[in-house]
């Protein structure tokens, strides 16, 4: 399979806890992009780089997140001290600049 | 900000029904316009796109033409198939870095 893959799928953790997600996107691609979605909401935007470079971030980016791709191929999403409203799945994208966006199936987070 | 406005779901349709989901936007200048689709324990996928005004987008069936007088980007199938269930997700981007989609349609076909 040479989609985008996450890593993984669930993850159940207590708050205050931290966790880290990773995306493997597909190898030829050179943006990444990080999307969170809650139940009956489409995605919303949250990070992505180009190469190793994170060029933009959302507002929603709390300080709590981090977001890391040091070799320009895999990414990884840490979320620090988790709350209960960060449980959402986490979606990873990949593409080529102003092509379009090929999803990861996402990683489910529940803070309880 | 920008923004788009689908109906809300769920749509329950019989086979070879004919589909429409709605799709508005708000927009400052002129995005291009995208249907996103998501089958049950699938990531998205890209199901068509429209990149200026007039232009239609077309894929399996599906068509979508962007309306710039209406702001809309309405998603129409003439005969809707079992294996069209899924969600439907409209999207507008400028250059694919900060895609903002819909709350997501879901649609359920019954044979």
């Known amino acids: 399979d040479t989609g985008v893959s996450q890593d993984p799928r669930h993850k159940i953790t207590k708050r205050g806890q931290n966790v880290t997600f990773r995306c493997d996107p597909i190898?030829?691609?050179?943006?990444l992009y990080w999307y969170r979605q809650t139940l009956g909401q489409g995605p919303e935007f949250l990070t992505y780089?180009?190469?190793?470079?994170?060029?933009?971030k959302s507002r929603l980016l709390s300080d709590r997140f981090s977001a890391e791709r040091p070799k320009g191929s895999f990414s990884t999403l840490e979320i620090q001290r988790t709350e209960q409203g960060d449980s959402a799945m986490y979606l990873c994208?990949?593409?080529?600049?102003?092509?379009?966006?090929?999803f990861g199936s996402g990683t489910q987070l529940s803070v309880l | 900000g920008d923004s788009v406005t689908q109906m809300e779901g769920p749509v329950t349709l019989s086979e070879e029904a004919f589909l429409t989901i709605n799709c508005t936007y708000t927009?400052?200048?002129?995005?291009?316009l995208f249907w996103y689709v998501q089958y049950p324990g699938e990531g998205l996928q890209l199901l068509l796109k429209?990149?200026?005004?007039?232009d239609k987008g077309s894929n399996k069936g599906f068509e979508a033409t962007y309306r710039k007088e209406t702001t809309s980007f309405h998603l129409e199938k003439g005969s809707v198939q079992v294996s069209d269930s899924a969600v439907y997700f409209c999207a507008l981007t400028y250059n694919n870095n900060d895609m903002r989609f819909g709350a997501g349609t879901r649609l359920t076909v019954k044979p």
């Open positions: 429209a990149t200026k005004a007039d």
């Open positions: 994208a990949s593409s080529f600049p102003d092509e379009k966006l090929f």
């Open positions: 780089f180009q190469n190793e470079a994170q060029l933009e």
């Open positions: 190898s030829e691609h050179n943006r």
């Open positions: 927009a400052t200048g002129y995005p291009s």
